[in-house]
């Protein structure tokens, strides 16, 4: 079996990179961890906002799941436009919009006003993953991919990691609100980064896309053969569905989850719920030197080892006796589910040729997404008919690992 792209020309298409890697793996590393602070900072503030407005979990839920609406629209229309005029601008235009939105959630005093903001900043940072993965792509050899786009993702989870001391941390002086509208000022910093170290680069400008693309007769029509003709494509989308509803599911209401049903207090929150957080980070970081060295052409195998580990782990957190234990074993679960995260996100970028890595990346994230939209509404639904019965979620997440495990299995 192997997880390699099928050979053509496509597949050598970039030439050798001239941009310093190591800015462009930095940039890259803090686009993403600026992305999900910015998201995860809603779930660990959502406990206030909800106090405020008065909103039962299924409220909650559909202000957590408001941003995956408009995330999932934007990523396959967001890889069209990586494959056709490069990563540069849309990445750029991401960061200005994404930014603002954030900012304008600290300002809402309504449901329905928080619900359509939050949609709109799930359409402003929809291209960023694209962009990212595009730029991977191009810079990067095909050897290196796994191990780059681990370090890359391994933000992400640092992002979430850092969101509850922050946030609790700025609550107990300036409110919920502050979190948000403090976020403005290193969004727009890093607006002018990704313009000083991507948007001026010869390499990664619409003209190179388009000639690159012309050269090489990667039209929309044929890349679009190639994503969704392989079924290795469909098994991958359809286990990043199910594992991304545990992923979802998991970041945006573990904080929740233990202000009730493990009684912690706000500070202690703050602190404990970065610990799994982080252990996710280490698991992207481990999940693409194991891809790239130990399991060449089997990363499917250690997506299953992965999540069936992360379903025992779970399981252990559901019946533990305190919640010391409970996050020790939660820690488990970050680690192993992002191990897995990890590969299952490199494998769009290696099935495909370079030149439909954009609509590769798009379509699998939009499955992504749409878990994230389906999860934090499903498990609120959960928590509101079975009285608050968090055992009952973190049952149901058992079994949806076992079965991400199954269907990576089939990536042949």
């Given at each position: 079996?192997?997880?390699?792209?099928?050979?053509?020309?496509?597949?050598?298409?970039?030439?050798?990179?001239?941009?310093?890697?190591?800015?462009?793996?930095?940039?890259l590393?803090?686009?993403?961890?600026?992305?999900?602070?910015?998201?995860?900072?809603?779930?660990?503030?959502?406990?206030?906002?909800?106090?405020?407005?008065?909103?039962?979990?299924?409220?909650?839920?559909?202000?957590?799941?408001?941003?995956?609406?408009?995330?999932?629209l934007?990523?396959?229309?967001?890889?069209?436009?990586?494959?056709?005029?490069?990563?540069?601008?849309?990445?750029?235009?991401?960061?200005?919009?994404?930014?603002?939105?954030?900012?304008?959630?600290?300002?809402v005093?309504?449901?329905?006003?928080?619900?359509?903001?939050?949609v709109?900043?799930?359409?402003?940072?929809?291209?960023?993953?694209?962009?990212?993965?595009?730029?991977?792509?191009?810079?990067?050899?095909r050897?290196?991919?796994?191990?780059?786009?681990?370090?890359?993702?391994?933000?992400?989870?640092?992002?979430?990691?850092?969101?509850?001391?922050?946030?609790?941390?700025?609550?107990?002086?300036?409110?919920?609100?502050?979190?948000?509208?403090?976020?403005?000022?290193?969004?727009?910093?890093?607006?002018?980064?990704?313009?000083?170290?991507?948007?001026?680069?010869?390499?990664?400008?619409?003209?190179?896309?388009?000639?690159?693309?012309?050269?090489?007769?990667?039209?929309?029509?044929?890349?679009?053969?190639?994503?969704?003709?392989?079924?290795?494509?469909?098994?991958?989308?359809?286990?990043?569905?199910?594992?991304?509803?545990?992923?979802?599911?998991?970041?945006?209401?573990?904080?929740?989850?233990?202000?009730?049903?493990?009684?912690?207090?706000?500070?202690?929150?703050?602190?404990?719920?970065?610990?799994?957080?982080?252990?996710?980070?280490?698991?992207?970081?481990?999940?693409?030197?194991?891809?790239d060295?130990?399991?060449?052409?089997?990363?499917?195998?250690?997506?299953?080892?992965?999540?069936?580990?992360?379903?025992?782990?779970?399981?252990?957190?559901?019946?533990?006796?305190?919640?010391?234990?409970?996050?020790?074993?939660?820690?488990v679960?970050?680690?192993?589910?992002?191990?897995?995260?990890?590969?299952?996100?490199?494998?769009?970028?290696?099935?495909?040729?370079?030149?439909?890595?954009?609509r590769?990346?798009?379509?699998?994230?939009?499955?992504?997404?749409?878990?994230?939209?389906?999860?934090?509404?499903?498990?609120?639904?959960?928590?509101?008919?079975?009285?608050?019965?968090?055992?009952?979620?973190?049952?149901?997440?058992?079994?949806?690992?076992?079965?991400?495990?199954?269907?990576?299995?089939?990536?042949r």
């Amino acid at each position: 079996m192997s997880n390699a792209a099928p050979s053509s020309p496509a597949s050598a298409a970039s030439a050798p990179s001239n941009l310093n890697k190591g800015f462009v793996i930095s940039l890259l590393f803090a686009s993403h961890f600026l992305t999900y602070l910015d998201r995860a900072v809603m779930a660990t503030a959502i406990p206030f906002i909800s106090a405020e407005f008065g909103l039962s979990s299924v409220a909650a839920g559909s202000v957590l799941s408001a941003f995956f609406f408009g995330y999932a629209l934007m990523q396959i229309p967001a890889g069209i436009l990586a494959d056709r005029f490069g990563p540069a601008r849309l990445l750029l235009t991401a960061v200005i919009l994404w930014t603002i939105f954030t900012g304008m959630t600290g300002l809402v005093h309504s449901l329905a006003a928080m619900i359509v903001v939050r949609v709109l900043f799930g359409l402003s940072e929809g291209p960023a993953p694209a962009g990212v993965s595009k730029t991977i792509a191009s810079v990067f050899p095909r050897e290196q991919i796994g191990r780059t786009n681990g370090v890359v993702l391994s933000a992400t989870l640092l992002g979430s990691a850092a969101a509850p001391a922050f946030v609790t941390t700025i609550v107990l002086h300036w409110g919920w609100r502050g979190a948000f509208l403090s976020l403005l000022a290193p969004g727009f910093l890093l607006a002018l980064a990704v313009y000083r170290v991507l948007g001026r680069s010869p390499e990664l400008a619409p003209a190179k896309h388009q000639a690159e693309r012309k050269d090489i007769g990667g039209s929309g029509e044929s890349a679009w053969k190639t994503v969704l003709g392989s079924s290795q494509m469909r098994w991958c989308l359809a286990t990043t569905f199910i594992a991304s509803c545990v992923n979802w599911g998991l970041q945006n209401w573990l904080p929740t989850y233990l202000l009730k049903a493990r009684g912690f207090g706000i500070a202690e929150m703050g602190m404990f719920a970065s610990v799994p957080y982080a252990a996710g980070a280490l698991g992207y970081l481990l999940g693409g030197y194991a891809g790239d060295r130990l399991f060449v052409g089997r990363r499917n195998i250690l997506v299953l080892l992965c999540f069936i580990t992360s379903a025992a782990s779970t399981y252990a957190a559901a019946v533990a006796s305190n919640g010391g234990i409970a996050v020790a074993f939660m820690t488990v679960t970050f680690l192993m589910l992002s191990m897995g995260l990890s590969n299952l996100f490199s494998l769009p970028l290696l099935l495909v040729p370079v030149t439909a890595v954009g609509r590769s990346f798009g379509v699998i994230n939009t499955g992504a997404q749409i878990a994230g939209f389906v999860s934090p509404l499903l498990i609120g639904a959960v928590l509101d008919a079975s009285n608050q019965n968090f055992s009952l979620v973190l049952y149901l997440v058992v079994g949806l690992l076992v079965a991400s495990g199954i269907t990576a299995s089939r990536i042949r």
